[in-house]
């Protein structure tokens, strides 16, 4: 993260400015001409949202607001305002800009700066050429406002995971294996301050992890298991919440193999769920967030090398279940299942799944939602759902009837991997419950997870979904 994000109690003289205004806020400043006033008026006045007006030694943007939204939809246009900054600042080379809000709710200000910090990401590890990518905003300073420092240093920490989701999720797969990923994951607890355990091989093998060694069997790289924890001293839980990530770091489809257009070419994005928990416990370890939660991560890239698992092989997995594998492209299942039964071992309050399990659940709700559903009581999945609400990353709950476990039953083992054609991301979720005995919430975020043109702040690439939705969570439950 290349920029700050100070407070200022008053305008820095000749520094462009950003208003966060609506349509009813007097626009009487002593830093607008009545010529420059009454161009705005005017277009304010003719419903215009975004305003530019150039004073030569600095820019003046005006973003309007609708205020007669539902609360959480006008939390979301001010993100959606500050992009739109990003994208006046960045056009005109701003250094340095300064916001002001007449919003008169300090939360809406702090959506404005955190949507116009998301934007300024960009990934150009890769470029020889990258200042035309680059952005130049270095300085955000929140001017004329009380907003105290733990409120900033929140802000900018959710920021940097975010960022460091993204980073890991564009990283190409010649460039971050399973291996890798474990490495990333332990640096990171290095330099936050939360715990990491990460498994080899032959400690998978010998924990007999059946179904992460199945998807690994074609790959020339060896799998990891990662685990995550983050217990401070003040933890306010008796029993951790576990939040499980897939991180399947490339996915080909294995012996059911993908098509390469609009499919396959993106697959790196597979272990988003995984990043996602790596960047939670950046988050956590960051704020110190009260609260004992574990993170536990399978990785492996899915390949159809020489041995791979093929369709009709018999799966042992950790608890012992079998598992007819008829489709080597349902693996995220496959990985996440022996991820999902050794969270037993925790005794945990609650275990939340990030996986992107299902092109089902992209196809039934696009770019917009994430699938949500388990056996986790009403009161947490509707603060689950919530929470999803409050940082606009949205949940739609899928049911979770019994009667989608008949689709998952085999004649010749005690489970199969996929059921046929319909329900697929509930039958995804429904045979991952299986390993389950504690209350479970799968969220299939395979829609949202990456974005292949960029979305205002969801830039370009992986989005980091999951982690201001489960901290905000978390909060809510410290």
């Given at each position: 993260m290349n920029f700050k994000i100070t407070v200022a109690p008053k305008l820095i003289p000749n520094q462009s400015i950003a208003l966060l205004v609506n349509k009813e806020t007097k626009l009487n400043y002593l830093f607008l001409t009545k010529q420059e006033l009454d161009f705005a008026k005017k277009k304010i006045n003719n419903s215009e949202t975004s305003i530019s007006i150039n004073q030569y030694n600095r820019y003046i943007y005006i973003q309007v607001i609708d205020l007669k939204k539902e609360a959480y939809r006008i939390t979301e246009a001010c993100r959606k305002a500050g992009s739109n900054i990003q994208g006046f600042a960045t056009k005109s080379k701003l250094q340095d800009i300064q916001l002001i809000s007449e919003l008169k709710d300090n939360n809406l200000l702090i959506a404005f700066v955190e949507g116009l910090a998301l934007s300024l990401y960009r990934f150009t590890k890769y470029l020889k050429e990258d200042k035309e990518k680059q952005n130049v905003l270095k300085n955000i300073t929140i001017a004329e406002h009380a907003i105290s420092?733990?409120?900033?240093?929140?802000?900018?920490?959710?920021?940097?995971?975010?960022?460091?989701?993204?980073?890991?999720?564009?990283?190409?797969?010649?460039?971050?294996?399973?291996?890798?990923?474990?490495?990333?994951?332990?640096?990171?607890?290095?330099?936050?301050?939360?715990?990491?355990?990460?498994?080899?091989?032959?400690?998978?093998?010998?924990?007999?992890?059946?179904?992460?060694?199945?998807?690994?069997?074609?790959?020339?790289?060896?799998?990891?298991?990662?685990?995550?924890?983050?217990?401070?001293?003040?933890?306010?839980?008796?029993?951790?919440?576990?939040?499980?990530?897939?991180?399947?770091?490339?996915?080909?489809?294995?012996?059911?193999?993908?098509?390469?257009?609009?499919?396959?070419?993106?697959?790196?994005?597979?272990?988003?769920?995984?990043?996602?928990?790596?960047?939670?416990?950046?988050?956590?370890?960051?704020?110190?967030?009260?609260?004992?939660?574990?993170?536990?991560?399978?990785?492996?890239?899915?390949?159809?090398?020489?041995?791979?698992?093929?369709?009709?092989?018999?799966?042992?997995?950790?608890?012992?279940?079998?598992?007819?594998?008829?489709?080597?492209?349902?693996?995220?299942?496959?990985?996440?299942?022996?991820?999902?039964?050794?969270?037993?071992?925790?005794?945990?309050?609650?275990?939340?799944?990030?996986?992107?399990?299902?092109?089902?659940?992209?196809?039934?709700?696009?770019?917009?939602?994430?699938?949500?559903?388990?056996?986790?009581?009403?009161?947490?999945?509707?603060?689950?759902?919530?929470?999803?609400?409050?940082?606009?990353?949205?949940?739609?709950?899928?049911?979770?009837?019994?009667?989608?476990?008949?689709?998952?039953?085999?004649?010749?083992?005690?489970?199969?991997?996929?059921?046929?054609?319909?329900?697929?991301?509930?039958?995804?979720?429904?045979?991952m419950e299986h390993f389950t005995d504690y209350p479970y919430i799968h969220l299939d975020i395979a829609g949202v997870a990456f974005n292949k043109k960029p979305d205002t702040y969801r830039t370009l690439g992986g989005v980091g979904v999951g982690i201001r939705l489960i901290f905000d969570f978390l909060k809510n439950n410290k």
């Open positions: 420092e733990k409120l900033i240093f929140e802000l900018e920490s959710t920021i940097e995971s975010v960022f460091i989701a993204r980073d890991l999720i564009n990283e190409p797969v010649n460039h971050l294996n399973a291996v890798q990923m474990g490495q990333e994951i332990e640096n990171l607890g290095k330099k936050a301050g939360f715990a990491v355990q990460v498994f080899n091989k032959k400690k998978i093998e010998s924990l007999k992890m059946g179904g992460l060694l199945a998807v690994n069997k074609g790959s020339v790289d060896p799998p990891t298991f990662s685990i995550l924890e983050w217990k401070p001293k003040n933890k306010s839980n008796k029993k951790p919440f576990v939040i499980v990530g897939k991180g399947v770091v490339y996915d080909t489809g294995g012996l059911s193999l993908k098509p390469t257009n609009d499919s396959m070419d993106y697959m790196k994005s597979d272990m988003s769920g995984a990043a996602a928990v790596a960047g939670l416990f950046n988050l956590l370890a960051r704020t110190k967030l009260p609260i004992h939660v574990i993170g536990l991560i399978p990785s492996t890239d899915n390949r159809p090398g020489g041995n791979a698992y093929a369709p009709g092989d018999i799966v042992t997995m950790f608890d012992g279940t079998t598992v007819e594998m008829m489709n080597s492209d349902a693996e995220g299942r496959m990985i996440l299942a022996d991820a999902l039964a050794y969270a037993k071992r925790y005794k945990p309050e609650l275990v939340i799944d990030l996986s992107t399990l299902t092109g089902a659940a992209a196809i039934a709700l696009g770019p917009h939602a994430m699938a949500g559903m388990g056996n986790a009581s009403r009161d947490v999945m509707s603060q689950l759902i919530k929470s999803g609400e409050n940082v606009f990353e949205r949940i739609v709950e899928f049911p979770f009837w019994e009667e989608y476990d008949e689709l998952i039953k085999s004649d010749i083992a005690d489970l199969k991997n996929i059921g046929g054609r319909y329900g697929g991301s509930i039958v995804g979720g429904k045979f």
